[in-house]
């Protein structure tokens, strides 16, 4: 019977070892604001580094394999130790000195992932010891080479690699290219079996892969897409199923070396017998016998299904988002977002710029449009919302649509093939001055078609729709879909976008009756006057008090719409929080004292840039609006808009849901 003494001991290491777990794991800032955010994650193993591949491949690779993962849209991340510490996304400095040939780098597992970060030693992670870190901070795909299993022989000798014991315990989803022929295939599809862990080939081919081959013989369980893979995951996950999936990527056929290579693999696996090469050594010994006796092809094709099957975790990965945002969307508050998406390029020249002459500088491509802004705002927030659009069946409309899965945002609209995605192209001066610019947004003018097209059970399952008044050009051909809105209960949120916009808005607001409307004083004193009758000469920049007596005025023309007039510096004016509630309520109202102004928050950090701070506090007060936070939801919206202001970004990362509160309702 243990002693109290010695059980007092006890729990004081278990709470150490508690304590202390944050500190053996360094996660960068990188992939923890994109879990945190819930966008697709990929780790990536390390040994490749170390023990697979020849330097500097093996460097040249790392990195080639990190930007194949974020060109679909998914944040890579690498594991490694580092001094004590596992290291989950790896700076190039890092992998660098990882890759080098006389770097002293041990080969982790489980059995000595401990003994390794005790030594504060630096270790390469095997698939198993990837898939415990990959674990500990919530990473649920990961891609490697290939996945070990039984050595010929294993019936004897019982080696068995350690990654098919943690697929049977540790519930992340492996994409691998199968088992290299040079171990036994089928004892090990066996093994896994017997562990619980589904096997699949990714695509149609059912034929499990051998690493260097399409095909070894022996058959998965099953073929699936990669849609079908990332629903299995999210369904393992809800039933809380502890065991892995291995989603087995046949190599691409340009590279598929066939069986010609099982002979090359006996003649070395006999020498390696003659040489004595065992355990843990048989591996990288072979990969570069094998390299060195098909002169350099199967290490391009080492190469190229890595690559392959790094691009292929990474659109799992982004399905997964979607799909677990989906699978929740019934429990969770939801939000429709309508309107523009665009594609903004900015020439900032360094050099005078002189008419028919070619200006030196740099050119930066960035996402907007308000309603894209204002989903992606509440993605990031957490709220999964749904997005319709226009896209243009180009390039960049594919981009926008990539990106914008990757915050959990699911896409209602398609991409239309005939126009061009909305781009607007400006030139600034060496000052920051704009020079010129051009705006390519004819795609806009279906923009009315294509939101009258979202289902209506899906308008009325939303707890808020949010509309930019991109779909509002003055003519009649956003007509029927006024009507559409005009027979909705879902409370919608309408924001102008700019002047122009406000004026096709303003005969419509009575049929349209929006719930709440966030115009900038430009919008606000067109807005006004046309619903007074009155004509408008020059901007009248009204104090917040003033405002406040004008909307207590309109409330009498507009009882159920809430106004949140933004007002630059000097914050905005919007309900106070009995008014927020009142007007979320089933009897939707707003009378004259319901009304207050809110200072803006100070910044603490430089400005750099005003684009999307308004799109930012929209984010901001719908997410609270929808959470039934009224008492703070102004308050989150002004906050929202200062981590605009001081991010080069339209929507700041910072912007997480950890801004959302508890609060009285």
């Not at 226009?390 to 239309?416: C, W």
């Not at 349209?512 to 807005?527: A, M, T």
């Not at 106070?576 to 009378?591: D, F, H, T, W």
């Not at 808009?641 to 959302?660: D, F, G, K, V, W």
Request: aromatic share 4%.
């Amino acid at each position: 019977m243990a002693l109290p003494s010695q059980i007092g001991a006890l729990f004081a290491i278990t709470r150490r070892c508690s304590s202390s777990l944050s500190s053996l794991y360094r996660v960068s800032s990188e992939v923890k604001a994109a879990l945190a955010q819930k966008q697709p994650v990929v780790a990536l193993e390390s040994t490749i580094i170390s023990h697979g591949m020849p330097y500097p491949s093996n460097l040249e690779t790392a990195l080639s394999v990190e930007a194949a993962v974020r060109s679909e849209g998914a944040i890579p991340a690498t594991i490694a130790i580092i001094e004590g510490q596992v290291c989950v996304g790896m700076s190039q400095a890092q992998i660098e000195a990882l890759a080098q040939p006389d770097a002293k780098v041990a080969k982790v597992s489980r059995r000595n992932y401990a003994r390794v970060l005790a030594a504060r030693g630096l270790g390469s992670t095997t698939v198993a010891a990837t898939m415990l870190a990959c674990h500990h901070v919530g990473i649920d795909i990961f891609a490697t080479g290939g996945i070990g299993g039984v050595h010929r022989e294993g019936q004897d000798s019982m080696d068995i690699s350690a990654d098919l014991m943690e697929l049977g315990k540790t519930r992340v989803g492996v994409v691998c290219a199968g088992v290299k022929s040079i171990l036994d295939i089928p004892r090990t599809l066996e093994v896994l079996e017997t562990q619980g862990v589904l096997v699949a080939t990714v695509g149609s081919q059912l034929e499990f892969p051998a690493f260097f081959s399409r095909r070894s013989g022996s058959n998965s369980v099953a073929a699936l897409s990669e849609e079908e893979c990332a629903e299995t995951l999210a369904i393992q996950a809800e039933l809380q199923l502890d065991a892995g999936c291995v989603f087995a990527c046949p190599i691409p056929d340009a590279h598929d070396m066939g069986t010609a290579i099982d002979d090359v693999i006996e003649q070395e696996l006999d020498k390696a017998k003659t040489l004595g090469v065992r355990g843990k050594d048989v591996t990288p010994h072979l990969l570069a016998a094998v390299n060195t006796a098909t002169k350099g092809a199967s290490l391009q094709a080492n190469v190229a299904l890595i690559h392959n099957n790094a691009r292929v975790a990474a659109r799992i990965a982004r399905h997964l988002s979607q799909v677990t945002a989906r699978r929740h969307a019934s429990t969770q508050a939801s939000a429709v977002v309508m309107g523009g998406a665009t594609v903004d390029t900015t020439a900032h020249s360094m050099t005078p710029l002189v008419a028919g002459s070619t200006a030196y500088g740099h050119v930066e491509d960035s996402h907007g449009g308000v309603a894209r802004n204002i989903a992606q705002g509440l993605g990031q927030l957490g709220l999964a919302p749904r997005f319709a659009t226009t896209l243009g069946d180009d390039q960049a409309g594919h981009q926008v649509q990539r990106q914008l899965e990757g915050f959990n945002i699911e896409m209602l609209s398609t991409l239309l093939p005939t126009f061009s995605t909305a781009r607007y192209i400006a030139t600034l001066s060496s000052s920051g001055d704009l020079v010129h610019a051009v705006a390519d947004m004819g795609v806009f003018d279906q923009l009315a078609d294509t939101l009258l097209q979202v289902r209506t059970e899906i308008l009325r399952q939303a707890d808020v729709i949010v509309l930019d008044g991109n779909a509002f050009d003055g003519s009649n051909s956003s007509a029927p879909l006024v009507d559409s809105l005009h027979q909705i209960d879902t409370p919608l949120w309408l924001e102008p976008t700019s002047t122009t916009r406000a004026k096709a808005l303003a005969p419509l607001l009575a049929t349209l009756q929006p719930r709440f409307i966030s115009p900038d004083l430009n919008e606000f004193d067109i807005l006004t006057a046309s619903m007074m009758g009155l004509t408008l000469s020059q901007p009248t920049n009204p104090e917040p008090r003033t405002v406040i007596e004008m909307l207590d005025e309109i409330s009498t023309l507009l009882p159920t719409t809430g106004w949140v007039v933004t007002m630059g510096e000097a914050g905005v004016v919007a309900p106070n929080p009995a008014g927020l509630r009142q007007l979320m309520s089933q009897e939707p109202v707003i009378k004259p004292g319901n009304y207050q102004h809110y200072p803006a928050h100070a910044l603490t950090q430089p400005l750099l840039s005003v684009t999307g701070a308004g799109d930012s506090m929209v984010a901001g007060m719908v997410a609270s609006l929808i959470l039934q936070q009224y008492s703070t939801c102004v308050a989150v919206g002004l906050e929202a808009a200062r981590l605009s202001l001081q991010s080069t970004e339209a929507i700041a990362p910072e912007l997480t849901s950890a801004l959302l509160v508890n609060s009285d309702t």
